[in-house]
């Protein structure tokens, strides 16, 4: 069974700061998401990665295979970046398994 | 574009009731994942429609039912609601074709059971 922990749960920083949120999962995965959610529900996809690193803007991801671990880091973050930060993974099954497993999320507030 | 688009947005019902929600997936998508989100937790995968039939689903009973039409949208139905059923259900789409699965989501639907 996929297990997907994020940390922390909550996070509070000031306008400017450099965000790092943490996620674990405890299976081989095909591929790694990273999403947005604001308050009202929408979800936005910010990453899919398998390996290495991407950036979008201010917002960078890594992931570590072979520690089983994914990291989003907002550089210079700003009141907007507000909003829940969900990672989930798809288990490497061969193709058969096609599902997303999420974490929990993480509340990010970014204060002026 | 207009993206993955779901209705209703919100839906307020009573326990014992069904209900219908409808996707429609972004233009080019030709698959169909359905997932409940209760309050505070992460979203959970009910199941995925890939040229009209169910190809994987999690660990929802047998009220909860979908359907993906020729054009690739999709309806989630959910019989005998329970109070439990309240959440926000979230439809995302992908295409198989490219096999990335990588997934866009709508807004989701609100669903109410009192």
């Known amino acids: 069974k996929n297990e997907v922990e994020q940390s922390p749960q909550n996070l509070t920083a000031q306008e400017g700061e450099f965000i790092t949120i943490n996620c674990s999962y405890s299976v081989g995965i095909s591929a790694l998401h990273w999403l947005q959610q604001h308050p009202g529900g929408g979800i936005v996809s910010l990453f899919m990665l398998s390996s290495g690193k991407k950036k979008h803007g201010r917002l960078i991801a890594t992931i570590n295979i072979q520690e089983k671990h994914s990291s989003l880091h907002i550089t210079a973050s700003h009141p907007r970046d507000s909003a829940v930060y969900i990672c989930a993974s798809r288990i490497n099954s061969g193709g058969s398994n096609y599902k997303l497993t999420f974490g929990k999320g993480t509340l990010l507030t970014v204060n002026p | 574009d207009a993206g993955v688009t779901q209705s209703p947005t919100h839906l307020i019902k009573t326990r014992g009731q069904q209900v219908t929600l409808r996707c429609s997936p972004k233009?080019?998508?030709?698959?169909v994942s359905w997932y409940q989100q209760a309050l505070g937790q992460g979203p959970q995968f009910i199941f995925q429609?890939?040229?009209?039939?169910?190809?994987q689903r999690g660990n929802f009973p047998d009220r909860f039912s979908g359907h993906q039409f020729p054009n690739y949208s999709s309806e989630l139905n959910v019989n005998a609601l329970l109070l439990g059923d309240s959440a926000l259900y979230l439809c995302?789409?992908?295409?198989?074709?490219?096999?990335?699965?990588?997934?866009?989501f709508g807004p989701g639907t609100r669903l109410t059971v009192t």
């Open positions: 233009s080019g998508h030709d698959t």
């Open positions: 429609y890939y040229e009209e039939e169910e190809r």
């Open positions: 995302a789409s992908s295409s198989a074709g490219t096999g990335l699965y990588e997934q866009y």
